[in-house]
């Protein structure tokens, strides 16, 4: 989505910047006409950054003019501000060209409207927050430093399309993760290899024991499904349902796994496999799927029993 640019002065930088304008540093080169206005930024998460909320802003430089991007920030609705995900560092931003800004979002607010799951052509046109993107005039990345770039350089404030609904997805979650944990406390409590009954006989495989502590005074949480991971599928069915989480009721449910494929592939690329996908009912209202992480030490037992149930050598 396109920037906002008004041309100012330093004495009306203040003023300026709160309207939504570029803001220069003291010391910043006026941007070349049609830069500004050329900028557009788009976000994006792939699964390595899901689990700790962190994202990249992609910064694409429209116009006819090489300049330095020397960083960025995140305003979006039903998120606090956002912070770098890693020191800046000053990046050359020909023209048609695009660099990524890392950063983590900002601490969720459950109380405020989180932008609409946009899917399709309005996905790509339609913006759902705002960044503050800094840049300089020309290639300077070789000169201006990490630090420079966070408060050298001029500040653009553009607008940012979120194609596969990111932020609602995340906001989603975290919030459904709030809610659920105001009334259980759920956690990997063991991870062992077992020898578990499929729908063609009894075969290596593991156990996993989830542990269902209600909290005092909380809203009812009933578990609904866990569904399988790229790692792992119940050893009958599709999911856990029904007779599977019934030890719910007295604290513990006990989930017998096979490995989903037996792809030394699948271990190797693992990000998300060992991230149980719950989906749960607080006082009967269906919740957004949560998901609960094992320990690394738990994660080493499953990539084990991945190994021993494939027969890798």
Known sequence: MRARHCAVGLVAVAALALAGCTSPGDDAQPLPSGVAQGLTAELRQDRTQYADRRAVLRVVNGSDSTVTLLGGSLDAPGFGPSSPDGAPRARELAPGAGRDVRLRLGEVDCDATAPDPLTGAAAQQTPVATATVRVAAGD????????????????????????????????????AERLVASGVTLRVADVEAARVRTSGGVEPGGRVTLGVEPVPGGPDVHLVEISGTTLLSPARGVAWTGDDLAGQDDGRVVLDLVPARCDPHVVAEDKRGTFLPLHTEVDGAPQPVIHVPMSDEQRAVIYQIVHDACGWD
Do not use: N
């Open 140 to 175: 300077v990345s070789g000169a201006a430093s990490a630090a420079e770039g966070a408060t050298s350089g001029t500040a653009v404030d553009v607008e940012v399309i979120d194609p596969l609904a990111r932020l609602a997805a995340v906001h989603a979650e975290a919030c």
